[in-house]
């Protein structure tokens, strides 16, 4: 267990950067970034300088409680930064993403459990929606075991958003429950090796017989339902939302910025020739022309998604609307189309490429192999997000709880 200081309730606010601000600090660290992708692909994770300059920055504070430092960022901030970071390495993009939504989960917990998460400054949570651990009753809490896949920066993290399946509490049924744990109370499996996002470390985290104390477990459908514990959070604009819709508003920025460098990565090596024909550079063929006028059109039109789904989510947020049922899918709908079009975007670049574009020291087919991983996972899959819309215009309940 970590030996956890509570910090004083006084007052440990500063300065809160205003959303240029932060972008602007965040698009000065690309070269960096950019310049230590290869590495993390590499080596299956995030290099400590990438991580420092991230922190630099104020990054890992977007999510976190003004009481404790943290800037309680809205969604267009997210959005803004996260498409910066993603232009320098899409998977620090991605941890960056799982660690803000993960840090928001956190922010639902009671405010004593938050006093234990954080505690560290720039703390780093991160976790996964998937129940697949059990959970069993003991006094003064839960016991748990399990294995958690594709857990994106935990050899980063302190701690972990956990969800299992547990007894419901008249002992009739099981549902899901959502408990934070420190990272050394679990055990690391170390089998990321992949085709995409290899630097992000998605590695697997095991619970033996870990205890959870009852004041760290949430059920979810109190969560999914904005049924929160927090009772310092619970005036904030930025948690009073829900999970789902939260979750939409976090990821689009990677996508978008891994679109952006991907065009980036293609205008490098525009004046290359054309083997076998005449031209003496790329940049005078007309199908180049109408490669890249579609590939940005893909990312225009995905930032215009994401831009109205973070309008929405702040607008909503300041005024305390609650979301309806055909909102919260959309939110869905959004996100699948923005990965879906920016995955698009990057392929049309790299199939104009030329065959010199397969070769590793190149970036552009690492962000095509990232983008391809990030589409296939389950919350970003487009078809999925796209049927789910679909069933409620066609006026069917929607087939899941995850809104």
């Known amino acids: 267990m970590l030996n956890i200081q509570a910090p004083e309730r006084a007052d440990l606010t500063g300065a809160v950067p205003t959303r240029d601000e932060l972008v602007r600090r965040v698009a000065e660290l690309v070269p960096v970034l950019r310049a230590n992708s290869e590495w993390s692909e590499l080596n299956r994770a995030l290099p400590e300088e990438s991580l420092a300059a991230l922190a630099d920055a104020g990054v890992f504070k977007m999510r976190v409680p003004k009481r404790y ?53 720039n703390v780093r949570v991160c976790g996964v929606l998937s129940p697949t651990a059990e959970a ?23 701690w972990q958003v956990i969800i299992a399946m547990a007894p419901t509490p008249d002992g009739s049924s099981m549902w899901p429950v959502m408990a934070v744990v420190p990272l050394s109370d679990l055990q690391i499996v170390d089998d990321w090796n992949t085709m995409g996002l290899r630097g992000t470390g998605s590695v697997t985290t095991v619970a033996q017989d870990v205890f959870v104390p009852a004041d760290r477990v949430l059920p979810m459908v109190a969560v999914l339902q904005e049924q929160f514990a927090s009772q310092l959070n619970a005036n904030s604009t930025v948690y009073r939302s829900p999970m789902m819709a939260t979750g939409c508003t976090t990821f689009t920025g990677t996508a978008i910025g891994m679109a952006k460098a991907a065009r980036s990565a293609f205008m490098d090596r525009i004046d290359r020739k054309i083997t076998y024909t005449d031209y003496t550079s790329q940049r005078e063929a007309p199908l180049t022309h109408l490669e890249v006028a ?45 990965f879906q079009l920016c ?59 995850y809104l």
């Open 294 to 338: 579609e590939a940005s059109f893909k990312i225009e039109e995905s930032e215009l998604r994401a831009e109205a789904l973070a309008a929405q989510m702040d607008d909503k947020c300041l005024k305390g609307e609650p979301w309806t049922l055909e909102e919260k899918v959309h939110a869905r709908a959004h996100l699948g189309r923005v």
């Open 69 to 121: 430092g943290g800037y309680e960022s809205d969604a267009g901030t997210l959005l803004g930064v996260m498409s910066e970071v993603a232009q320098g390495d899409g998977s620090a993009a991605w941890c960056v993403s799982a660690w803000s939504i993960s840090t928001w989960l956190a922010c639902l917990f009671p405010d004593h459990v938050q006093d234990q998460v954080f505690a560290t400054e």
């Open 343 to 401: 995955k698009e975007s990057a392929e049309i670049l790299s199939s104009a490429s030329g065959g010199s574009s397969i070769y590793t020291a190149e970036p552009l087919q690492r962000i095509v192999r990232d983008l391809h991983a990030l589409s296939m996972h389950s919350l970003m899959h487009s078809s999925t997000n796209t049927e789910l819309y679909g069933r409620i215009l066609c006026g069917l309940p929607p087939n899941t709880m």
């Open 136 to 158: 069993k009753p003991v006094e003064g809490g839960l016991v748990v075991n399990g294995a958690w896949h594709f857990i994106s920066g935990a050899r980063h993290s302190l």
